[in-house]
């Protein structure tokens, strides 16, 4: 029996009054409530299907197929997104297995944005795809302006830098709004660990999107107890002597928390000269690109102990969430040897999206129409490979887990089954992130 379509509920607090007194005048500040994204159940979809096909001259669309675009960074100095594409190669087999998308094939067309080149794709799928799917690329911003003036749909795994968030075609699975951020998990430290969170440090490389994200990261934090004894930027060249200095930094500071932007292989390399200095970090908290299998393999025993967010279902969990085993059984299937991640996840959630949108829009199949049913969908966790999302309005619950490294390997740290969902998960930044 399905499960009535979940709605916005109640808000998470009511808005607040910052009162400063200045001689005799007042000045008062109201703080924006954050709406909450329901965590009821949602309602199952199976997309895939064969059906009649109605006649299209829409880019991308023919009587025999669909094709959808995947730009990811697969080449390059910083690639770390090859799992994305691998991910709609092995949701397009799926979906093909089943009779395609509204009596349609789904095809695939991979672009390489090479980390730099990212515009370069946009004009290339434009002109060539129906819709971008399942995308994750670090200069997502780059191109932003063509995409919105194009039109093409763009249901992407990962919103990284605030440009992409603006794009007005952008519907993502797991919404990432640039003017809050979620600080649900490191709530949950704060509580368990309050002496290290008090003496901790952001290290990230400094680039556009990793910059972006650790000054969000520090301002929200900040509001909510955590004092920063160091904040150091990476060169995004760093030799031997930019570590050096950094652990040295660290050590110096005897700090207790470390967060971290940059990729998997830059945070194993400090870890690794950390643990060689001899300091113990007491908490190491990384993000969700981390919930890798490449990672604790990179770092080695330097990563024991490392605490990683997801707000997909985590892979300990696939022997009883059926989409998610569906997920890594055809990624075995389509693209042999490859490996299940956090950011795949949401690709395939992704893909699963789009492929209901073009179900309800099949009676009149064009980029207009798809758009129009996605930004429909209000109630969406991907028949439970994700947390409950609203991509519609480009909101996510405040809903996590958070994943331990324990001798190699990703262990459940909190909560125990499910994920975590406080009400007071997401925080409204001051800064406006959004407009960068």
């Known amino acids: 029996m399905s499960v009535r379509r979940a709605r916005f509920i109640a808000l998470v607090a009511a808005a607040s009054m910052v009162i400063v007194a200045c001689g005799s005048s007042t000045i008062a500040r109201v703080v924006q409530p954050v709406v909450a994204v329901s965590t009821q159940p949602v309602p199952h ?39 994305n594409w691998q991910a709609m190669q092995a949701f397009a087999a799926f979906c093909n ?35 971008l799917v399942g ?63 008090r003496n901790a440090a952001m290290a990230y490389l400094d680039v556009g999107v990793t910059a972006v994200r650790a000054s969000r990261e520090v ?45 998997v292989t830059d945070l194993a390399a400090f870890q690794t000269a950390i643990a060689a200095s001899g300091h113990q970090v007491d908490v190491v908290d990384a993000p969700p690109l981390f919930y ?23 892979f300990t969990d696939t022997a009883s969430s059926p989409e998610l085993r569906r997920y890594t059984e055809w990624l075995g299937r389509a693209v042999p040897g490859a490996v299940p991640t956090a950011y795949g996840a949401r690709g395939w959630s992704a893909g699963l999206l789009f492929a209901e949108a073009v179900r309800r829009a099949a009676a009149k199949l064009d980029r207009a129409s798809v758009l129009a049913q996605l930004r429909a969908i209000h109630a969406w966790d991907g028949n439970g490979i994700q947390v409950p999302a ?20 990703f262990i459940r740290a909190y909560p125990s089954r499910g994920f975590a969902c406080p009400r007071d998960g997401w925080l409204r930044l001051n800064r406006n992130f959004r407009h960068l």
Do not use: W
């Open 45 to 83: 979809v199976e997309p895939c299907g064969s059906g009649p096909v109605t006649p299209s001259n829409e880019t991308g669309l023919s009587n025999e197929a669909i094709t959808v675009g995947v730009i990811a960074d697969v080449t390059g100095a910083r690639a770390q997104f090859l799992s």
């Open 97 to 131: 297995s089943r009779g395609g998308i509204a009596g349609r094939r789904l095809d695939v067309k991979l672009f390489d944005a090479k980390v730099f080149n990212h515009r370069a794709a946009v004009i290339d799928s434009c002109a060539s795809v129906f819709a």
């Open 135 to 197: 995308s994750a690329a670090a200069f997502d911003g780059d191109g932003a302006s063509i995409e919105s003036d194009c039109g093409i749909p763009d249901v992407p795994a990962l919103i990284a830098e605030p440009g992409h968030d603006r794009v007005p075609t952008v519907v993502a699975p797991l919404p990432n709004p640039q003017d809050l951020f979620l600080v649900g998990p490191e709530r949950y430290l704060a509580r368990t660990h309050p002496n290290a969170v």
């Open 219 to 263: 301002e929200a934090t900040r509001r909510i107890g955590y004092r920063y004894t160091s904040i150091d930027p990476i060169p995004a060249l760093y030799g031997d002597q930019d570590v050096k200095a950094l652990v040295g930094h660290l050590k110096s500071r005897s700090v207790r928390y470390l967060s971290f932007q940059g990729r």
């Open 292 to 314: 890798d299998p490449s990672y604790p393999i990179a770092a080695g025993a330097a990563a024991e102990g490392t605490y990683v967010v997801t707000q997909t279902t985590p």
């Open 390 to 409: 609203d991509p519609g309005s480009g909101r996510a619950s405040s809903c996590f887990a958070y994943m331990q490294v324990r001798s190699g390997s």
